[in-house]
């Protein structure tokens, strides 16, 4: 019987890849075979295409082709609130959030957490995040995740993982937060700290072969398969540096596709300076990817020259793609103001909005965090104007604690003045 968890996949499988990469993020220890033929190494009446992903456990139990949440109950993850009612829910268990969690569960909110995939958000698929204040060696995703959930869980908040927040109605004082697995719960006051998610790469073959070759961030869990390989990573910003960064260390060869003249105006100075010492980073500039080539697998790329518009074919092992991010708020649109493109308009840039007026209730301004609910906060990327940083993201986390404790404080006075008036009723 194994001792910790393995998980038997092909190449070609996406579930496999989601899987792994759920484990990995959610600081689980698990093994991978990667099963090449049609011989698998338990016993099954099952075809290796038909079982396939399959995750054996310590216990003895092997699931086949499990989704997410199977796989986290199995593993022991909370899924449902312990609470009727809470102080505080944070939805995204990013920097912005982690950090809201931590201040609030330190506060002494009763603080509930509710994170769709694993703690760490984005930076937790970072492989290095060097220029965060009192780390100068640099700080992986993964420690940043591991000592932040760490930190929060030792300040009372509950996570609960991986659920998503489907839908907010307000009931009363309070707000009503629907998840995805059909539980609810009530929270006085919301911190939407959802972040943005990868910008898909729409040109024909990208979405077939996703998981199979083409991933989205930099998909730690792919460094060791890319030794010796040829690898493709896309964009120009520090995300897209450090993940071409990291898969120098293991392939023979990483190829950073930009659109632009040159790396200068979207990546930090350090990182450009990193990239061009490493001996097998080759900057493709002035190229676009225009068709991803492959029958089950990702077999080659076409990459227009954006100058003279020729179309060439390279072969490839393996692309990672990092192209920017669309605001992750759907959920909320039906409550909460965004602008154009789906941010969260909050203090200023709410009362500059010409709906403002009519869904603001109160005669004081929205706090500058808070959006046209009151009581609901927004912290981090998602939220329009925000740096895109994750300190910056850090430090929306901790203000917007701030705001929700003067909303609570002002609701329990607004209560009390109410309960006043009704004990002692003017008489004539
Ligand atoms: C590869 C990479 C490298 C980077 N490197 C650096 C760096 O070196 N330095 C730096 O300062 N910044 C860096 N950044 C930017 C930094 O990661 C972000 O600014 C930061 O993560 C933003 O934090 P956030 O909490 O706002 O959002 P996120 O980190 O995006 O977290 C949002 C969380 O919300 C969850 N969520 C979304 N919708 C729901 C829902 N409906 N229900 C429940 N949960 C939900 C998501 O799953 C996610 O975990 C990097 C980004 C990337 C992608």
């Known amino acids: 019987m194994p001792d910790k968890i393995t998980v038997y996949s092909s190449r070609e499988n996406a579930n496999g890849f989601t899987i792994k990469e759920f484990l990995f993020r959610n600081l689980v220890k698990f093994d991978y075979h990667e099963i090449t033929g049609d011989t698998l190494p338990f016993r099954t009446e099952h075809s290796a295409e038909d079982c396939l992903p399959a995750v054996e456990f310590p216990d003895g139990t092997i699931m086949f082709d499990p989704r997410l949440f199977t796989v986290a109950s199995k593993i022991g993850l909370q899924q449902k609130p312990k609470e009727e009612c809470y102080d505080l829910a ?8 982690l950090t809201a969690a931590v201040y609030g569960g330190s506060e002494g909110l009763s603080t509930v957490l509710i994170e769709r995939h694993s703690p760490g958000g984005r930076i937790g698929s970072t492989s290095l995040v060097e220029n965060v ?5 640099g700080i992986t995703g993964k420690e940043f995740a591991a000592a932040s959930r760490e930190q929060a869980e030792k300040f009372g908040v509950e996570f609960i993982v991986p659920v998503e927040l489907k839908t907010v109605e307000k009931e009363n004082e309070t707000l009503r937060l629907n998840l995805s697995n059909g539980s609810s719960l009530l929270a006085k006051t919301l911190i939407i700290a959802a972040g943005v998610k990868y910008r898909l790469l729409e040109v024909p073959g990208a979405d077939r072969l996703t998981g199979a070759g083409v991933y989205y961030g930099s998909a730690m869990t792919e460094g060791r398969r890319s030794k010796g390989k040829v690898v493709y990573v896309v964009g120009g910003a520090n995300s897209a540096g450090q993940a071409a960064m990291y898969f120098s260390r293991f392939a023979a060869q990483v190829n950073l596709i930009i659109r632009g003249k040159e790396l200068e105006g979207k990546m930090s100075e350090y990182l450009i300076r990193e990239i ?14 225009v068709r991803v080539n492959g029958d089950t697998y990702l077999e080659s790329i076409d990459i227009r020259d954006t100058i003279s518009g020729e179309v060439r074919t390279n072969r490839l092992d393996s692309l990672f793609l990092l192209i ?6 759907e959920c909320v649109s039906d409550l909460i103001l965004r602008d154009e493109e789906g941010f969260l308009l909050t203090g200023h840039r709410l009362e500059e909005d010409p709906r403002f007026a009519e869904t603001w209730p109160y005669h004081r301004r929205p706090a500058s965090l808070e959006t046209n609910i009151p009581g609901v906060f927004v912290a981090g990327d998602v939220r329009k104007g925000s740096a895109k940083r994750m300190a910056a993201a850090m430090g929306d986390g901790a203000n917007a604690i701030q705001q929700a404790l003067d909303y609570i404080r002002e609701m329990e006075k607004s209560k009390t003045i109410e309960a006043f008036h009704t004990e002692n009723p003017k008489t004539n």
């Open 276 to 289: 061009h010492d490493v001996h097998n980073i080759c900057i493709q500039n002035n190229s676009e990817i």
């Open 90 to 97: 944070v939805m995204g268990a990013g920097p912005a959030g």
């Open 133 to 137: 204040l009192g780390h100068p060696k």
């Open 324 to 329: 920017g991010g669309v605001p992750h708020a």
